[in-house]
Nanobody, 115 residues
Framework: EVQLVESGGGLVQPGGSLRLSCTFS????????MGWVRQAPGKGLEWVSR????????YYVDSVKGRFTISRDNAKNTILLQMNSLKTDDSAVYYC????????RGQGTQVTVSS
């Protein structure tokens, strides 16, 4: 069975950067489109970004365009999310998930943007 483990979250000041990493195991990563979803307190799940099995095309929610970059390394079974110019509204639990239906999802990593 597919397992996803996220890392890289933490506390950062507004304007700062974080890089989230997701380690994939249990199947062949190159068979899956992948993505990152987030959930802020009191809100529902929101797709932040997705990347196709081959690496393109990619998708970003409007609120993160130009600030976040998703990438993947199928040989290393890794999906990355580089987050720059972070805002307080980016605070949430971030989950790595298979796309588009989130059949598999990790346990999440907390991102807190605060001064």
């Amino acid at each position: 069975e597919v397992q996803l483990v996220e890392s890289g979250g933490g506390l950062v000041q507004p304007g700062g950067s974080l890089r989230l990493s997701c380690t994939f195991s249990g199947d062949t990563l190159s068979d899956y489109s992948m993505g990152w979803v987030r959930q802020a307190p009191g809100k529902g799940l929101e797709w932040v970004s997705r990347i196709s099995a081959a690496g393109t095309p990619t998708y970003y929610v409007d609120s993160v365009k130009g600030r976040f970059t998703i990438s993947r390394d199928n040989a290393k079974n890794t999906i990355l999310l580089q987050m720059n110019s972070l805002k307080t509204d980016d605070s949430a639990v971030y989950y790595c998930a298979t796309a588009p239906g989130m059949l598999y999802r990790g346990q999440g990593t907390q991102v807190t943007v605060s001064s």
